[in-house]
């Protein structure tokens, strides 16, 4: 199985529209192995965004992911999941996004843009590692 991690950030957890984000998976066939409702830090956030660090979004982005808990979720399905999950996010800016994605159908912000996911397999892996490290290899 392939799997990615997708964050429901603050803004989806504020509006109230984590079930409608996980539906989206699910009603797609996707699997939800691991969720967690956390607040996230910025030591974690500068682990997690460290290719960002020098850009000048940085400290907007570190201060909204922080400012309240966040859905952290293991989503898995076949190969290629890691796509399909991007595919459904929609493009970074919700101003550009599809219509029928979640960026697409929700967002009008690119800090604000509700999900995080993995962008390859690699960064699953390791980002599936930093946020449930009690999952081990098991998931
Ligand atoms: P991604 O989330 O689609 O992979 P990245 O380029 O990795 O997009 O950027 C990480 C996050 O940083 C975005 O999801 C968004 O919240 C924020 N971000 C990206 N580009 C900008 C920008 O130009 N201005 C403000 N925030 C940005
Ligand atoms: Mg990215």
Redesign the pocket.
């Known amino acids: 199985m392939e799997k990615t991690l997708v964050i429901c950030?603050p803004d989806a957890v504020e509006r109230g529209l984590v079930g409608e984000i996980i539906g989206r998976f699910e009603h797609k066939g996707l699997a939800i192995l691991a969720s967690d409702l956390r607040l996230l830090d910025s030591e974690v956030l500068g682990h997690h965004?460290s290719?960002?660090t020098e850009?000048?979004?940085f400290g907007?982005?570190v201060a909204?992911?922080s400012r309240s808990p966040a859905m952290l979720l293991v989503v898995g399905g076949p190969e290629g999941t890691v796509g399909v999950v991007?595919t459904l996010?929609g493009?970074?800016?919700p101003t550009q996004a599809a219509p029928g994605t979640i960026r697409g159908d929700f967002g009008l912000?690119?800090?604000?843009?509700l999900?995080?996911?993995s962008?390859a397999v690699e960064s699953a892996l390791r980002e599936i590692g930093m946020f449930f490290p009690e999952l081990g290899a098991g998931v």
């Open positions: 950030k965004y290719e960002h850009k000048p979004f907007d982005l909204f992911m991007r996010m493009a970074t800016d912000a690119v800090t604000e843009n999900v995080h996911g962008d």
